[in-house]
């Protein structure tokens, strides 16, 4: 049947068309989101927002010398004529341009509160406000002679300039940032300076290298100074990829405070680093003795920066602790370069250093070639007046006749012949006139010119002035023109503005010199924890229950300790605040604490179990000092165990690390230190087993292999000692039992064996210690 309708068929066409419209939609706002909105312009360096901001207070003539007008009246401006979005975000984007600790050449000049490095808002509009900058006013000159496209804003009411003139690069200048559609932005500042040399250079150079371009910008130059520590290498593959980043650190110094008192002095911070989150960052550094041998932070800033870090002792090596300090904290950030940009205000390109300063000066070649012209078509303008003013002086008793008797004068003097008695008031051969090219009547403009002309204007010195100002005009057009036909000329006047913006913002401009100086990263050597922390004695207390304390010196091991009611000890032992701790838990993971990181001893401590991630349901099996070069035998409960390296089993993280591996009912049970050559071995059973210790293997993490072969039961402690001095321990009577030799022999047998009944005098509970 011809009017069967098939299912899938009309399915695809319905859903088809939403696709397509869904696509188009998306595709329409990610590119108004490139275009207008997240992606600057390489030849200005300004998004929309930002050049409807200096436009609109352009508009209300707050020139650098005049004054300030409210924020609120400009943002309200911008909004209602050319920025149909939020008042606050245009406040917002205003407030940036008048920082001086975000641009590096502001281009708003704000009175009030803008706010500060740390952190802080700026005050409400109607509180603050604004003028422009020198450096806003050279972006903008030569708006008035036709130097770039208008549009018409987003209501066709008005027009705004697609891009400004820009006298200075000041994509490279101020930088900018920015988060697009599948794409994103993220240029430094610059010095001007530097930018400057290296355009001039391109002038003389069209096909320079970007390497020869790093001799004049060694990098970027940011507001709040700072120290940058990128290898030369990586600066020259980031500048000619347009992708790469700079390592930016804090600029510090010690202070010597006498009797061999010293303190560090933080006197810049890095780039878009607010002041007070470094503070907090450097507070928790503290908290959480990441950096142990930092004492203390203040900040004692005013107008300037000045981060006062005390150090806990005065031994330390300062750049030590500035090292670790740069590794754990915001005074060095990576500052990553994206050179995401709009060429010619419509393709996002990734360019260059070369590339967006070729865009600069070609842009402006087009402001200089737009400017000639706009010139040249007012000097035309002006001397076919000029050119009507000395025809009407050499014919002035003819002119009077006409304006006095003719009822229409206009177009008489349009109609009257004013060749044929007297010189022409121009050389054809230099300048082919209006009046010449209509056979000396006068053109419509001239003679309007005449008509509105006074009457104290009709002597001989305005004649001669006329005179005068034509030659001059004459000569300046043939200048211009000079200029549009030669491209070396052009060239030659886009270096000299460069060299004129170069000294009014370059080194003697009110901050204009460089501010981000460079040095040698370093290495910064991993310093063990030893060399950070003052070596003091301690003794470590755990309770039975995993309360753990330090308690100041070393105390006598056998003295009686207060503990929580129901609690009572577990370990206790003699250790320093140098060294590093080892917990094994029933789990078979190991857990490392620092000794200078536990609680005091005025107290019961604190659990162990929120030191570190150790679960309830695991017992601690043992406490110990580690010792780097010394090994350990672990087994478990069912009798498995081998020999770990000491230095396997220390944990970086606070979930430990997993040594012995333990399934069901099976848990970690011995972990003893290996001092001789044998092992003994006794199960529950009461078996004792000895056998060489070369027949365990050395692993880093694993269930291990059997130590006792068990027909009921498992393993109840394992022993590692010398063959020749005999196996020792004490019995029920406190005295030291010690079989030796011959003895031995009777237990000694091949690994996995099941052993021999113990001798008499074994403690009752199968424990060698």
């Keep these: 049947m011809s009017d069967t309708i098939d299912p899938d068929k009309s399915a695809a066409t319905a859903v088809e068309p939403l696709r397509r419209a869904i696509g188009d939609r998306y595709l329409t706002y990610a590119l108004s989101t490139i275009m207008h909105r997240a992606l600057p312009d390489a030849r200005d360096g300004l998004k929309p927002v930002h050049r409807r901001i200096l436009y609109a207070m352009r508009e209300l003539r707050l020139s650098s010398t005049g004054g300030f007008r409210k924020s609120a009246k400009i943002s309200g401006d911008v909004m209602g004529n050319y920025h149909p979005h939020g008042d606050a975000a245009i406040y917002d984007a205003m407030a940036r341009l008048a920082q001086d ?24 509009s109607r509180y603050t406000e604004a003028r422009m900058t020198a450096a806003a006013e050279a972006l903008l000159e030569g708006l008035t002679e036709n130097a770039v496209d208008y549009r018409d804003n987003y ?21 900018s940032s920015g988060i697009a559609v599948g794409m994103a932005t993220n240029i430094p500042p610059h010095n001007i300076e530097e930018l400057c040399n290296a355009c001039l250079h391109l002038i003389k150079t069209p096909d320079a290298r970007d390497e020869t371009l790093l001799k004049y910008i060694p990098g970027p130059d940011f507001p709040t100074g700072g120290v940058i520590v990128e290898p030369a290498d990586s600066i020259a593959r980031t500048y000619a990829t347009g992708r790469g980043g700079f390592r930016l650190r804090s600029r510090w110094e010690v202070e010597d405070l006498g009797r061999g008192q010293w303190q560090i002095v933080v006197t810049e911070i890095p780039y878009q680093v607010q002041k007070s989150r470094l503070i907090e960052k450097l507070a928790e550094v503290i908290q959480t003795k990441k950096v142990p041998i930092l004492g203390d932070v203040r900040d004692e800033s005013a107008d300037d920066i000045r981060l006062i870090l005390e150090p806990k002792s005065r031994n330390v090596d300062p750049d030590v602790l500035m090292n670790m ?18 060429i010619d205000g419509v393709t996002p390109r990734v360019c260059s250093l070369k590339e967006v300063l070729r865009a600069f000066l070609d842009h402006r070649r087009d402001v200089l070639i737009r400017r000639s012209q706009h010139r040249m078509d007012k000097i035309d303008h002006r001397l076919e007046v000029l050119e009507g003013f000395i025809i009407a002086f050499l014919n002035l008793d003819r002119v009077i006749d006409i304006i006095r008797y003719d009822d229409e ?16 008031a121009f050389d054809e051969a230099d300048y082919i006139s209006p009046a010449a090219a209509t056979e000396m009547g006068l053109t419509e403009v001239q003679a309007e010119a005449i008509l509105n002309m006074r009457l104290r204007s009709l002597r001989r010195l305005e004649e001669l002035e006329l005179i005068t100002e034509r030659d001059a005009l004459m000569k300046e057009r043939a200048e211009l023109e000079d200029l549009l036909d030669s491209e070396d000329l052009q060239w030659a006047r ?42 003091e004695p301690i003794t470590v207390v755990c309770s039975q229950m995993g309360w753990i304390r330090a308690m100041t010196g ?52 604190e659990p162990l179990r929120l030191m570190v991630d150790l679960p309830n349901e695991v017992q601690i099996v043992d406490l110990f000092i580690h010792k780097p070069d010394a090994k350990l035998l672990v087994a478990s409960s069912a009798g498995d165990g081998f020999v770990v390296a000491e230095n396997d089993v220390v944990a970086q993280t606070r979930t430990g690390k997993q040594v012995l591996n333990v399934r069901g009912d099976v848990t970690a049970l011995v972990c003893t230190s290996v001092v001789g050559d044998h092992v003994a071995v006794v199960g529950e059973n009461r078996k004792v ?73 074994f403690p009752r509970d199968n424990r060698f210690t």
């Design 409 to 424: 004068p206009k177009a008489a003097l349009m109609r009257e012949d004013w060749g044929k008695d007297h010189p022409r």
């Design 155 to 175: 209501d066709g009411t008005l027009s705004e300039p697609a891009v400004l003139p820009a006298a200075f690069p000041n994509l490279l200048a101020n930088g």
């Design 689 to 761: 087993l000895v056998f060489p210790i070369d027949e365990l293997p050395e692993m880093g993490r694993g269930k291990g292999v059997r130590l006792q072969k068990y027909k009921d039961g498992g393993l109840s402690d394992a022993h590692t000692f010398v063959l020749e001095n005999g196996l020792s321990w004490l019995d029920p009577a406190g005295r030291t039992r010690t079989v030796i030799g011959d003895e031995l022999s009777e237990w000694m047998a091949k690994r996995a064996a099941a052993g021999r009944m113990a001798p008499r005098g």
């Design 554 to 605: 070393h105390i006598d091991l056998t003295r009686e300790l207060k503990f929580k009611d129901g609690d009572g000890s577990r370990f206790v032992f003699h250790a320093e605040t140098t060294d590093r701790l080892l917990a094994f838990g029933s789990n078979g993971r190991f857990y490392t604490i620092s000794a200078s990181n536990l609680p005091g001893g005025r107290g019961m401590g």
């Design 325 to 342: 300090l740069f590794r754990h904290s915001d005074l060095e950030v990576r500052f990553s370069l994206n050179m995401n940009v709009l």
């Design 494 to 535: 886009i270096a000299e503005q460069v060299r004129e913006v170069r000294k009014t913002f370059g080194a003697t401009y009110e901050g204009g010199a460089r501010r981000t100086t460079f040095a040698e990263a370093g290495v910064i050597e991993d310093v063990p924890i030893e060399a950070m922390i003052e070596r």
């Design 101 to 124: 600790f975000a641009v590096r050449y502001p281009l708003v000049d704000g009175q009030g509160n803008f706010g500060n490095i740390d952190g802080d808002n700026p005050a409400a």
